[in-house]
T-cell receptor, first 111, second 113 residues
Framework: TQLLEQSPQFLSIQEGENLTVYCNSS?????LQWYRQEPGEGPVLLVTVVTGGEVKKLKRLTFQFGDARKDSSLHITAAQPGDTGLYLCAGARSGAQKLVFGQGTRLTINP | NAGVMQNPRHLVRRRGQEARLRCSPM?????VYWYRQLPEEGLKFMVY????????ESGMPKERFSAEFPKEGPSILRIQQVVRGDSAAYFC???????????FGEGSWLTVV
């Protein structure tokens, strides 16, 4: 059972376009993290959201945590080839230290 | 400040051999986590340890896998009698305390031939 469902799993778009990646669950999380992973490397933390409805911006990336803390989205504006990579969402349940990961979204930005 | 250090980065083992993966957490971090990633999949939690204690091993296979985090030295993930299905990337992560951000190492890629 996949507790966190990411969509789409694969996305290939042209440079300059906008995109949104979704991370959905039927479970409530106390916090949710977004990571980016390059081939052959470990996940690198992009952002942590902890409050329902929270919106965080990181340059051209906008992260939102759902009001009920069950879902999140990552929006990239004017995508660039350097944004190419595997994007992972991960949630922490209240009282638990371990992270539950989505299966990832593999993003390719074509020049 | 050095990050989470894992070694070896790449390991090839024949079926039936043992694999030992080592993880040195970030300085000041006493909480260590091991995750496994199969090709084209997300990470799956295996085990959470604090110094000398296993806190949560709910993701560890019941047989052949063990983990430790001794008082001195790195955390070790040990896989005995490896099989082809054990081929994966194994990531270690650390945090300074409960509820804090978890930082990942660059992973150890195990290939069983």
């Amino acid at each position: 059972t996949q507790l966190l469902e990411q969509s789409p799993q694969f996305l290939s778009i042209q440079e300059g376009e906008n995109l949104t990646v979704y991370c959905n669950s039927s479970s409530v999380f106390s916090s949710l993290q977004w990571y980016r992973q390059e081939p052959g490397e470990g996940p690198v933390l992009l952002v942590t959201v902890v409050t329902g409805g929270e919106v965080k911006k990181l340059k051209r990336l906008t992260f939102q945590f759902g009001d009920a803390r069950k879902d999140s989205s990552l929006h990239i504006t004017a995508a660039q080839p350097g944004d190419t990579g595997l994007y992972l969402c991960a949630g922490a349940r209240s009282g638990a230290q371990k992270l539950v990961f989505g299966q990832g979204t593999r993003l390719t930005i074509n020049p | 400040n050095a990050g989470v250090m894992q070694n070896p980065r790449h390991l090839v083992r024949r079926r039936g051999q043992e694999a030992r993966l080592r993880c040195s957490p970030m300085k000041g971090h006493s909480h260590v986590y091991w995750y496994r990633q199969l090709p084209e999949e997300g990470l799956k939690f295996m085990v959470y340890l604090q110094k000398e204690n296993i806190i949560d091993e709910s993701g560890m296979p019941k047989e052949r896998f063990s983990a430790e985090f001794p008082k001195e030295g790195p955390s070790i993930l040990r896989i005995q009698q490896v099989v082809r299905g054990d081929s994966a990337a194994y990531f270690c992560a650390s945090s300074p305390s409960v509820g804090n951000t978890i930082y990942f190492g660059e992973g150890s890629w195990l290939t069983v031939v």
